[in-house]
Structures are given as C-alpha cells and as structure tokens.
C-alpha cells in the first residue's frame, strides 16, 4: 500500500508492545521509500493547530532520504486529558516540560492557566477588586483611590503573567 503521492509503502505489519503505551500492544508498521522525489518536509497535524516539537519529542516520523515528515507526537511529560471527549492544548519548554495550558472539559467549562497564574482565579479577584474601588472627589470630579489603584495595578501584573501581546 502505497501512501503520500507514491512516496512510501508500507514493508510489514507487526503487533508489539511499545515503551510507554500502557493500553497494551501497538501495531508497528515498517515503511520503504524513495528519496528520489523532491519533497518539502512537513509536520501533519489537526487543521489550526501547528507546533515545533521539542528536543526529543517522541512520534511518528517517516524518513525518506532527507526528507522527514512529522505524522504525530505524544509528550510523557503532560497530562492526558481525564475524561473522554475533553481536549488539551498546550506548550512546553525545549525539554517537553508543561509551561501553558488550555483545557477544554466535556461539561463545557474552559481552563487557561501557566506555571504561575491561572485565569479563574484572575477573574475571581478582579470581581473582587472591582467591588472594592473607592473613590475619592466630588460627583464631578471622582477618582479612584490611591490605595484601590495599587490593587488594580498590582493585579494588571498578576494578569500580564499570564497574557502577553503577540509576539
């Protein structure tokens, strides 16, 4: 069977044990192919979603000459999602460790967090903060409070921990 334009086929099919699949046996296909044709490489992925994997990163690689096209990676170091239907976005470091995240539950809920903030609970204390403002001055003439706008210049920071502009 032949796959991506003729390029490659599959040799063999084998059932195995893979190191790190705990669900049990893998099957393992073994591919031949030409380098002959000029190809770009590619990584194959989920319309909308594209990464750079990291040093080491584990998955379905095809080599074809000096071509190597990226099909799928798995990351030991992160967390599956625990329940069927949810799904995990996220980023490491160069060495595949978790550094930001999106989860997406199957109630509906969303969860966006890094290593040092997490965005319901930046949320919770903004409500908080806004219930708190005090203002100082006339109807005409009000501001806030010194007091209250170090608070909200003190959760602006918490917040940029977690967001940034566009690089």
Same mark, same amino acid.
Request: glycine content about 10%; hydrophobic content about 35%; proline content about 2%.
């Given at each position: 069977m032949k796959f991506f334009g003729g390029i490659i086929e599959i040799s063999t099919i084998s059932e195995t044990t893979y190191p790190g699949d705990t669900s049990g046996d893998s099957m393992v296909a073994t591919l031949s192919g030409s380098a002959?044709?000029? !190809?770009?490489?590619? *990584?194959?992925? %989920?319309?909308?979603?594209? =990464?750079? &994997?990291?040093?080491? %990163? +584990?998955?379905i690689r095809l080599r074809i000459g000096s071509v190597d096209i990226i099909i799928g990676t798995i990351n030991y170091n992160v967390s599956n999602p625990t329940n069927y239907g949810e799904t995990k *976005?996220?980023?490491?470091? &160069?060495?595949?460790? !978790? +550094?930001?995240?999106?989860?997406?539950?199957?109630? =509906?809920?969303v969860a966006i967090s890094n290593e040092s903030q997490d965005m319901a609970a930046l949320m919770s204390d903004l409500i908080d903060l /806004?219930? =708190? /403002?005090?203002?100082? =001055?006339?109807?005409? &003439?009000?501001? /806030?409070? &010194?007091?209250? %706008?170090l608070l909200l210049d003190d959760w602006l920071i918490q917040a940029e921990q977690l967001f940034t502009e566009t690089k």
């Amino acid at each position: 069977m032949k796959f991506f334009g003729g390029i490659i086929e599959i040799s063999t099919i084998s059932e195995t044990t893979y190191p790190g699949d705990t669900s049990g046996d893998s099957m393992v296909a073994t591919l031949s192919g030409s380098a002959s044709r000029s !190809e770009t490489a590619q *990584v194959y992925s %989920q319309p909308g979603f594209i =990464g750079k &994997a990291h040093q080491g %990163q +584990k998955g379905i690689r095809l080599r074809i000459g000096s071509v190597d096209i990226i099909i799928g990676t798995i990351n030991y170091n992160v967390s599956n999602p625990t329940n069927y239907g949810e799904t995990k *976005v996220y980023s490491t470091d &160069a060495d595949g460790e !978790e +550094k930001a995240g999106m989860n997406m539950y199957n109630d =509906g809920l969303v969860a966006i967090s890094n290593e040092s903030q997490d965005m319901a609970a930046l949320m919770s204390d903004l409500i908080d903060l /806004i219930k =708190g /403002i005090t203002t100082t =001055g006339s109807a005409s &003439a009000q501001a /806030i409070d &010194a007091a209250t %706008q170090l608070l909200l210049d003190d959760w602006l920071i918490q917040a940029e921990q977690l967001f940034t502009e566009t690089k």
